[in-house]
């Protein structure tokens, strides 16, 4: 099971939520539902009436709401949840948290998400943000423009921590939740219940992540308007699960959805939700494992 956030650092992530004016109810007020199939990988699909209002915003995309949160934090340490001043990213409450602690870490430099035009920064950058969750209980997932996020013009990660859907269930679900892999190639492996090309990297070896993005990009980048492969990843105890998108989608599902944790708009949509509605929506985003040759990326 997943131990939980650091106390310090969840201690200055309420007062800094408290501070944005985040009420407890933004991430109490969850409803969830087990969508189960055949295999070991099943989904925990979730509605929250706070989060709601999230995708009913209007964004004015002019101005970064990102750059905007850094200069703040300048003035108002407390929003500073981590406090190294030579940390790369501020890490802060997200202003819609999912659940207790759900972070933000954004990039001090304002640059393109997954930018992997200088060598090694990727896998570096990674690599200290994987040092950063070992240290303080959080999980590291990324979106990419086309696939989840809403603002990829400035690098940022969503920081988690799932104890709070994990122990109310009991069992480990979706990515976390799967048993049964097959090797890909030495030290990358797949879900065998997961039917969309993916593959899982070891957390050791960031320098492989970077280098199947590149590969990506190089291989099918040229398909997609932007030239880039939108893709999401998601860090779990099993390893780093990077999906690609056949599809181009300026809202939709990210790396959450694909770990498992499926979210529905309303309680309607709750309600409704069902393993194959599911599955077959992420069909229509989603390369089929025969789709794509995700063997020789690697
Ligand atoms: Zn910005």
Same mark, same amino acid.
């Given at each position: ?102 972070? $933000?870490? #954004?990039?001090?430099? &304002? +640059?393109? /998400? ?8 990727? !896998? ?115 390893? $780093?699960? #990077?999906?690609?998108? &056949? +599809?181009? /989608? ?8 694909? !770990? ?39």
């Amino acid at each position: 099971m997943t131990s939980p956030i650091r106390k310090d650092i969840l201690k200055r992530w309420h007062d800094a939520a408290d501070f944005i004016g985040t009420p407890s109810e933004a991430y109490s007020l969850r409803k969830t539902k087990v969508l189960k199939g055949k295999g070991d990988y099943f989904l925990i699909a979730y509605s929250n009436p706070y989060r709601q209002k999230r995708y009913q915003a209007s964004s004015n995309l002019e101005d970064c709401v990102l750059c905007e949160v850094l200069n703040r934090s300048k003035e108002n340490n407390i929003l500073d949840i981590f406090k190294d001043e030579k940390f790369p990213f501020l890490i802060t409450p997200n202003i819609y948290p999912l659940i207790e602690g759900a972070s $933000i870490a #954004i990039s001090k430099i &304002k +640059k393109p /998400m997954f930018d992997v035009k200088t060598p090694n920064n990727l !896998a570096n950058e990674l690599e200290t943000l994987f040092n950063f969750g070992d240290e303080t209980g959080f999980r590291i997932y990324h979106n990419s423009f086309g696939m989840g996020a809403t603002i990829p013009e400035h690098e940022h990660y969503h920081l988690l921590n799932f104890s709070p859907f994990t122990n109310g269930l009991g069992e480990e679900f979706g990515f976390d939740g799967a048993r049964d892999f097959l090797e890909i190639v030495l030290g990358v492996k797949k879900m065998a219940g997961f039917p969309f090309a993916h593959a899982i990297f070891e957390q050791k070896d960031p320098a492989k992540i970077e280098y199947f993005i590149r590969k990506l990009n190089e291989a099918h980048g040229r398909n997609y308007e932007f030239g880039r492969v939108p893709n999401s990843l998601a860090q779990g105890q099993n390893g $780093i699960l #990077i999906v690609p998108a &056949k +599809k181009f /989608m300026k809202k939709g599902r990210g790396a959450g959805d694909v !770990a498992g944790r499926w979210y529905c708009v309303d309680e309607d949509a709750l309600e409704k939700a069902t393993f194959s509605s599911a599955f077959e929506e992420l069909g229509e985003i989603l390369f089929k494992e025969d789709e794509m040759n995700v063997k020789s990326l690697l």
